[in-house]
């Protein structure tokens, strides 16, 4: 348990509260005598019961900021394999903290006692605590989910329903949707999502900025994703000093009777400080480094109709099978996958994922290498699952063009012959590529779209975020994963928490390249044998 306070329950025909000094939120037990927030009540089950959907009309999302735009709930999606759940990938054997288990618990019974409106508008609900993204940069999809645990801990401490609300690039449940309690082996599922409420701007907006301005009233958390919302004296405050900061705030501070709060701090790139925090609290699970990461997501999300749509036509095409596959991610657009100040064809290398470069010259020779890099260091790990010895690699990047190429270009008898020139070298880029392509069986999904960033992409149709979260889940189901710079594919296997892992590319600069933890060593690919390879 994270706190260590004595707790009174009474047993009544059942199980019953004792009100008297005590604030009670059914199953949520602090005393205002306390220093410390206590975290539910130990084993003090409730039922986990979703609430309905509120809307499951047709997208009417636009792709600029002059389309009328209107919030939808989507059903909860098709599961991988027909009849199963997502959350089936994680290990079974593994328990959530009591902590967490019992916030889940009541996390449910809240949302089914508050249905709709009800959560914000009846005096008797307890407050909220809403994660939100909404017209500004908040981050990638790591930088904005990687950071659940810590989320948990907050809402935790604070007695709050953590809630999660998104407008940018399009509200999140047009991409992920909480799980359906129906589904054979899901154990629980968090309804993160807002009521549709003209008041916060999650019902039908003429434009898209009409529904983001409505947060505006919604007071901040200090946060450390844009520094803003700070005073002078928070500005050097470390993730864990924040969350600590925020735990004040909003049990005996200014914000500790104010119904509805958002905030967007980043925090995973601080979980050695967090976990040590946690273990002192007496916690054993550090969950960031265990199983129950994956489990805490996956409770939380399962892919909307149309993504888990997708996912099944590509899982069917490329024959792919849940843990009996190699996903390898080249992550060729981030800012630190060159070095610092770098030029390419006039362009500032490091500014890629802002714009999509040409896909030739001196770019596509670097993006090239990189996935040859990528393929033998993904070999390396492979080898030692006879399983495997057969099996596709799912190749994946943030460069569609560098997919096409590797994929379907590269197996290509007439684009082959088109180019004759570029394969004249047989130690040439190319040259290497084609080995590579010929020795291991890979695959991938068509690319119909650039697979954009969320967060610095410009905007356009919802659908074309999609990818962003089909690799996600097919990185997710993967048996191994091999990932260089950035935290996308490392998200996934943080989820997996499969232990077949390589890391085969290190920032150019800055990043965590200089503070590797003795875990992150372990995951750097042998070059040496990698280099072995023959093609």
């Given at each position: 348990?994270?706190s260590?306070?004595?707790?009174?329950?009474g047993?009544?025909?059942?199980?019953a509260?004792?009100i008297?000094?005590?604030?009670i939120?059914?199953?949520?037990?602090f005393s205002?005598?306390?220093e410390?927030?206590?975290p539910?009540?130990?084993?003090m089950?409730?039922?986990?019961?979703?609430?309905?959907n509120?809307?499951?009309?047709?997208?009417?999302?636009?792709?600029?900021?002059?389309?009328?735009?209107?919030?939808?709930?989507?059903?909860?999606?098709?599961?991988y394999?027909?009849?199963?759940?997502?959350?089936?990938?994680t290990?079974?054997d593994?328990e959530?903290?009591?902590?967490?288990?019992?916030?889940?618990?009541?996390?449910?019974s809240?949302?089914?006692?508050?249905?709709?409106?009800?959560?914000?508008?009846n005096?008797?609900?307890?407050?909220?605590?809403?994660?939100?993204?909404?017209?500004h940069?908040c981050?990638?999809?790591?930088?904005?989910?990687?950071?659940?645990?810590s989320?948990l801990?907050?809402a935790?401490?604070?007695q709050?329903?953590?809630?999660?609300?998104?407008?940018?690039p399009?509200?999140?449940?047009?991409?992920?949707?909480?799980?359906?309690?129906?589904?054979?082996?899901?154990?629980?599922?968090?309804?993160?999502?807002?009521?549709?409420?003209?008041?916060?701007?999650?019902?039908?907006?003429?434009?898209?900025?009409d529904?983001?301005?409505?947060?505006?009233?919604?007071?901040f958390l200090p946060?450390?994703?844009?520094?803003?919302h700070?005073?002078?004296d928070?500005e050097?405050?470390?993730?864990?000093?924040?969350?600590d900061?925020?735990?004040?705030?909003?049990?005996?501070?200014?914000?500790?009777?104010?119904?509805?709060?958002?905030?967007?701090?980043?925090?995973?790139q601080?979980?050695s400080?967090?976990?040590?925090k946690?273990?002192?609290?007496?916690?054993?699970?550090?969950?960031?480094?265990?199983?129950s990461?994956?489990?805490?997501?996956?409770?939380?999300?399962t892919p909307?109709k149309?993504?888990?749509?997708?996912?099944?036509?590509?899982m069917?095409?490329?024959?792919?099978v849940?843990?009996?596959?190699t996903a390898?991610?080249?992550?060729?657009r981030?800012?630190?996958?060159?070095?610092k100040?770098?030029?390419i064809?006039?362009?500032?290398?490091?500014k890629?994922?802002?714009?999509?470069?040409?896909?030739?010259g001196?770019?596509?020779?670097?993006?090239?290498?990189?996935?040859?890099?990528?393929?033998?260091?993904?070999?390396?790990?492979?080898?030692?699952?006879?399983e495997?010895s057969?099996?596709?690699?799912?190749?994946?990047?943030?460069?569609?063009?560098?997919?096409?190429?590797m994929?379907?270009?590269?197996t290509d008898?007439?684009y082959?012959s088109?180019?004759?020139?570029?394969?004249?070298?047989?130690?040439?880029?190319?040259?290497?590529?084609?080995?590579?392509?010929?020795k291991?069986?890979?695959?991938?999904?068509e690319?119909?779209?650039?697979?954009?960033?969320?967060?610095?992409?410009?905007m356009?149709?919802?659908?074309?975020?999609?990818?962003?979260?089909?690799?996600?889940?097919?990185?997710?189901?993967?048996?191994?994963v091999?990932?260089?710079?950035?935290?996308?594919?490392?998200?996934?296997?943080?989820?997996?928490?499969?232990?077949?892992?390589?890391?085969?590319?290190y920032?150019?600069?800055?990043g965590?390249?200089?503070n590797?933890?003795e875990?992150?060593?372990k995951?750097?690919c042998?070059?040496?044998?990698?280099s072995?390879?023959?093609?």
């Open positions: 348990m994270i260590q306070f004595k707790v009174l329950i047993l009544v025909g059942g199980l509260f004792i008297g000094g005590f604030n939120y059914l199953g949520v037990i205002s005598n306390h410390k927030i206590e539910p009540v130990k084993n089950k409730h039922v986990p019961t979703q609430e309905k509120l809307r499951s009309e047709p997208n009417t999302h636009g792709n600029d900021d002059t389309m009328q735009v209107q919030h939808v709930h989507h059903n909860p999606g098709e599961h394999e027909e009849g199963k759940s997502h959350q089936l990938i290990d079974q593994h959530l903290p009591t902590w967490v288990s019992d916030y889940f618990d009541w996390h449910a809240i949302r089914k006692k508050f249905p709709g409106e009800e959560l914000f508008k005096p008797h609900a307890p407050p909220l605590l809403i994660r939100t993204c909404l017209n940069q981050g990638g999809l790591h930088d904005r989910l990687g950071n659940l645990p989320d801990y907050l935790n401490q604070t709050r329903v953590l809630l999660i609300h998104w407008w940018k399009y509200a999140l449940d047009e991409f992920m949707v909480p799980p359906d309690l129906s589904t054979p082996g899901v154990k629980y599922s968090i309804d993160w999502r807002m009521p549709i409420m003209d008041e916060y701007g999650t019902s039908k907006c003429h434009k898209r900025w529904c983001v301005k409505k947060w505006d009233k919604v007071p946060d450390n994703v844009r520094n803003l700070r005073t002078t928070e050097s405050l470390t993730a864990s000093e924040l969350l900061r925020n735990i004040h705030n909003l049990t005996k501070g200014e914000l500790k009777d104010t119904k509805v709060v958002q905030f967007e701090l980043l925090a995973h601080e979980e400080s967090i976990q040590e946690w273990k002192k609290l007496g916690e054993t699970d550090m969950i960031y480094d265990t199983p990461f994956g489990k805490i997501f996956l409770a939380f999300f909307s149309p993504v888990q749509k997708v996912i099944n036509h590509v069917k095409e490329n024959n792919l849940s843990q009996q596959y390898v991610h080249c992550r060729v981030h800012p630190f996958a060159y070095k100040g770098q030029v064809d006039g362009k500032y290398a490091a890629a994922d802002r714009y999509v470069p040409y896909f030739g001196e770019f596509k020779d670097i993006m090239v290498d990189t996935a040859i890099t990528a393929m033998k260091c993904a070999a390396t790990i492979t080898k030692k699952y006879n495997l057969t099996k596709p690699y799912y190749f994946m990047s943030d460069m569609s063009e560098l997919v096409d190429y994929v379907f270009n590269l008898p007439k082959i088109s180019h004759l020139e570029w394969f004249s070298d047989e130690k040439s880029t190319n040259s290497t590529a084609k080995k590579v392509v010929d291991w069986k890979i695959v991938a999904r690319q119909d779209s650039e697979n954009l960033h969320i967060d610095k992409a410009k356009t149709n919802v659908e074309n975020y999609y990818s962003v979260f089909i690799d996600l889940f097919l990185g997710i189901h993967a048996k191994c091999a990932y260089g710079v950035g935290y996308y594919a490392a998200f996934a296997r943080k989820i997996s928490k499969t232990n077949c892992v390589t890391k085969y590319m920032e150019k600069y800055g965590n390249r200089d590797l933890t875990e992150q060593k995951l750097r042998k070059f040496k044998e990698a072995a390879i023959e093609l």
